[in-house]
């Protein structure tokens, strides 16, 4: 069992973050135990006298976890810790402040730094722009409220998205651009395991030599326009991608 179900857990009951928000969050500390990974929570009626709240606090915190990919539940073996990592889902285009809020995450980001620059060879090659053509560059670290930085990201952006790098950049940049008229819709993206170097380490707060997810992709817009590129290197032991694969009969 992930916790003693017979102790008791006091939740702040003045706080303005709701009672199964707070039960989720003190859950997901509880898993960052090494070998939580396949444990057991208690049962629904347990946390209800653990936490002294109502069983639907209890299914709301549940599903939240559920939600995130952080438990599995199946009727006879319970309640099991599957992973205590944030995960994404590839098959999606997603922004990483929704993929936090779908988590029941609250995202936050620095903003490090935004700038105008030539799109060069590489670039103009990869967005189907001129080399000449002036790209709005905007890196940030990203992570949530138990966690941070977990990522940094660098987006490379085309005048199709409509911002002008006066824009406040500490939210989803998937929805200032659809708020100019321009959502990226599609794209094509890698994923693969590096080493931390340089400036990277050193903005991750993490040793070189770590290991990190390298994540790029490229967006396009319903009409194929591509408008964005992004480079993502992720803190390997607190995120993870996950992809649901089908067979045809």
């Known amino acids: 069992m992930l916790f003693n179900a017979d102790r008791r857990i006091a939740l702040d009951r003045a706080s ?3 009672l199964y928000y707070q039960i989720y969050r003190i ?3 509880y898993m960052k135990e090494p070998g939580a990974v396949g ?4 049962t629904e009626e347990a946390m209800m006298k653990v936490f002294d709240v109502s069983r639907a606090t209890v299914r709301r915190a549940l599903q939240a976890l559920e939600s995130s990919g952080q438990i599995s539940r199946s009727r ?3 309640t099991i810790i599957t992973n205590n990592a944030s995960q994404e889902q590839l098959t999606t285009i997603r922004s990483f402040t929704e993929q936090m809020r779908l988590e029941n995450h609250v995202p936050i980001t620095k903003v490090v730094e ?3 620059v030539k799109a060069g060879s590489e670039m103009a090659r ?3 722009v001129s080399e000449d053509e002036e790209l709005l560059q905007v890196t940030r670290l990203r992570g949530n409220e138990s966690y941070f930085p ?3 990201f660098i987006s490379f952006l085309t005048s199709r998205s409509n911002l002008t790098g006066e824009e406040n950049f500490e939210g989803s940049l998937y929805e200032l651009m659809r708020n100019r008229g321009t959502a990226v819709v599609e794209g094509d993206a890698i994923i693969e395991g590096r080493l931390a170097e340089g400036r990277i380490a050193k903005l991750l707060k993490i040793e070189e030599g770590a290991p990190i997810l390298y994540y790029e992709r490229v967006g396009c817009t319903a009409i194929g326009e591509y408008v964005e590129f992004v480079q993502c290197w992720y803190e390997a032991t607190h995120y993870k ?3 649901h694969l089908t067979t045809k009969i």
């Open 126 to 128: 990869i967005l189907q």
């Open 241 to 243: 991608f996950r992809i």
């Open 76 to 78: 006879g073996r319970g």
């Open 27 to 29: 859950i997901s500390d």
């Open 16 to 18: 303005p973050v709701p």
């Open 39 to 42: 444990r057991k929570l208690p």
């Open 114 to 116: 935004v700038k105008k």
């Open 150 to 152: 977990l990522a940094l």
